[in-house]
């Protein structure tokens, strides 16, 4: 079975800082990873996914993560945050089931609070 | 439509009362997913259509809750004798047909909250 371990419930960080949300997965198959962004109110929005190919991967607004298969880990990145992205991440495995649908699995949640 | 939509919003029910919530995927995604939110929580997967029918409905908790999508576009999630423990936000997602580009990135809507008294 799958599971994502987020590890931390929430990180404070000063604007402009630069910040990490963390994030390790099991599972005994070939995975995909995605990040997903939820502001208050809202649905979910896809930051960036990792398929195959390149382990770093960029996505929306300045977030990068990188696929590092021997730690199972999926970390998210941004240099230098804003105001405007507190919020709450979600990182989420998932693999092609037969049929090729994608069910995705999702940790508990970072939520990420940029102070001034 | 542009983006999945869903309705209601919001919705207060008491403990005991049949609910729906109805959710509209983008046009032409075929695949479309049930997810589950509880306070502070992931979500959880709830069931997956492909077309018309439950492909996957393994994340359902119990018989009170089930789900159709009668003509592979709109679907709606139908619980019975609403439990407190039921209060959650209830996110639905589409993406296009598996197997195809982009199939494995699932666009959610907004969610309808659920809040059972």
């Known amino acids: 079975a799958q599971s994502v371990t987020q590890l931390d419930s929430q990180v404070p960080v000063f604007e402009e800082a630069p910040v990490e949300l963390r994030c390790n997965y099991s599972?005994?198959?070939?995975?995909?990873l995605f990040w997903y962004v939820q502001y208050p109110n809202q649905g979910l929005q896809l930051l960036l996914k990792?398929?195959?190919?390149?382990?770093l991967v960029k996505g929306i607004n300045g977030f990068e993560a990188e696929f590092n298969k021997s730690q199972t880990s999926f970390h998210l990145r941004k240099p230098s945050v804003h105001i405007s992205d507190t919020a709450e991440y979600f990182c989420?495995?998932?693999?092609?089931?037969?049929?090729?649908?994608?069910?995705?699995?999702f940790g508990a949640g970072t939520r990420l609070a940029v102070h001034p | 439509g542009a983006g999945v939509s869903q309705t209601p919003s919001n919705k207060v029910t008491e403990k005991g009362k049949y609910v729906e919530l109805r959710c509209d995927p983008i046009?032409?995604?075929?695949?479309l997913y049930w997810y589950r939110q509880s306070l502070g929580q992931g979500p959880e997967f709830l069931i997956y259509?492909?077309?018309?029918?439950?492909?996957?409905d393994s994340g359902l908790p119990n018989d009170r809750f089930f789900a159709v999508r009668p003509e592979g576009s709109v679907s709606t999630l139908k619980i019975q004798r609403t439990e407190r423990g039921d209060s959650a936000v209830y996110l639905c997602?589409?993406?296009?047909?598996?197997?195809?580009?982009?199939?494995?990135?699932?666009?959610f809507g907004a969610g309808s909250r659920l809040t059972v008294l």
């Open positions: 997602a589409s993406s296009s047909t598996p197997g195809s580009s982009g199939a494995n990135v699932l666009t």
């Open positions: 599972s005994s198959v070939s995975v995909y």
């Open positions: 990792y398929l195959s190919g390149s382990t």
């Open positions: 989420a495995v998932s693999h092609l089931f037969s049929g090729g649908y994608n069910k995705l699995i």
């Open positions: 046009s032409g995604h075929t695949a």
């Open positions: 259509f492909q077309g018309t029918g439950a492909a996957d």
